[in-house]
C-alpha cells in the first residue's frame, strides 16, 4: 500500500460521499443538523485539491493532510472527529505499510475518535461503523487473510455497524436530544463511515 493507493482513497471516498450527499444529509435531517452530506462532500473536495496542489510524499502525510484540511473545512462534529481519525492514523502509520502496521494505525485513529467524541460502541455516532471495521482488520491481521479480503471484511463489518444504529437511541450529539425519537434511523456518521471503508475496499481491490 503505497502513496498513490491512500489518495487514491480520498479520491474514491470523494466521490462516494457525493454520490450519497443527499442521502447522507437526509438522515442528519432526521436526527441532526441536515448537514452532514454537504458539509462532508464539501470537505473532501478540498482534500482532492489539496493532496493535487501539494503531493505528500508518504502514506502518512496523506493522511495528515486530509486529517488537517477535513478539520478546517468541514463544519459540524464531523470535520474535526473524521480529522482526529486520520492525523493519528498519519502519526501512527510507518512505512512501508503492511496491513499489520495499517490495521494498528486504524485502531489509533478510532481510540483518538472515541476520546475526542466521547463515545462508545451503542452511543449511535459513527463509532458504531468503526469499531467494528477495526476489529475485522484484527482478526484478518490474526488470521493471516489477505489484503484484498482483509478490506473487503472490514467494509463490510462498517456496514453492518451502520445499518445496526437504526434502532439504537442516541446517547450522543444533537440526535441524544431528539430521546426516543432517535429510534429507527439510520446514524449519519455512521453511514458516512460505511462509505469511507467501502472506498478503501475498493481501492485496494
Known amino acids: 500500500m503505497d502513496t498513490d493507493v491512500f489518495v487514491a482513497w480520498f479520491e474514491e471516498a470523494a466521490r462516494l460521499v457525493h454520490r450519497d450527499r443527499d442521502r447522507l444529509t437526509q438522515l442528519d435531517a432526521a436526527i441532526g443538523d441536515a448537514d452532514h452530506g454537504t458539509n462532508l462532500d464539501r470537505g473532501l473536495t478540498e482534500v482532492r ?9 508518504t502514506p502518512g502525510e496523506v493522511l495528515a493532510a486530509a486529517g488537517a484540511t477535513l478539520i478546517r473545512r468541514v463544519g459540524g462534529a464531523s470535520g474535526p472527529l473524521y480529522g482526529s481519525v ?3 492514523m498519519g502519526k501512527s502509520l510507518e ?5 499489520a502496521g495499517f490495521s494498528a494505525a486504524f485502531e489509533a485513529g478510532v481510540v483518538a475518535l472515541e476520546r475526542l467524541g466521547k463515545a462508545a460502541l451503542g452511543d449511535k455516532t459513527m463509532v ?3 469499531v467494528p471495521a477495526s476489529r475485522a482488520l484484527a482478526l484478518a491481521v490474526r488470521d493471516g487473510i ?3 479480503e482483509a478490506f473487503e471484511r472490514a467494509a463490510e463489518a ?3 455497524g451502520a445499518k445496526a444504529t437504526i434502532p439504537m437511541r442516541a446517547r450522543k450529539g444533537r440526535a441524544s436530544y431528539l430521546g426516543e425519537r432517535s429510534i429507527g434511523h439510520e446514524d449519519p456518521g455512521a453511514a458516512s463511515a460505511a462509505l469511507f471503508m467501502a472506498a478503501l475496499a475498493t481501492v485496494v481491490a
Not at 485539491?49 to 510524499?57: H, Q, V, Y
Not at 512505512?95 to 496491513?99: E, G, H, I
Request: no cysteine; hydrophobic share 40%.
Open 49 to 57: 485539491k489539496a493532496l493535487a496542489e501539494s503531493p505528500p510524499g
Open 128 to 130: 458504531d461503523a468503526l
Open 95 to 99: 512505512s512501508p505499510v503492511t496491513l
Open 86 to 88: 486520520f492525523r493519528q
Open 158 to 160: 462498517a456496514e453492518e
Open 146 to 148: 489477505g489484503v484484498k
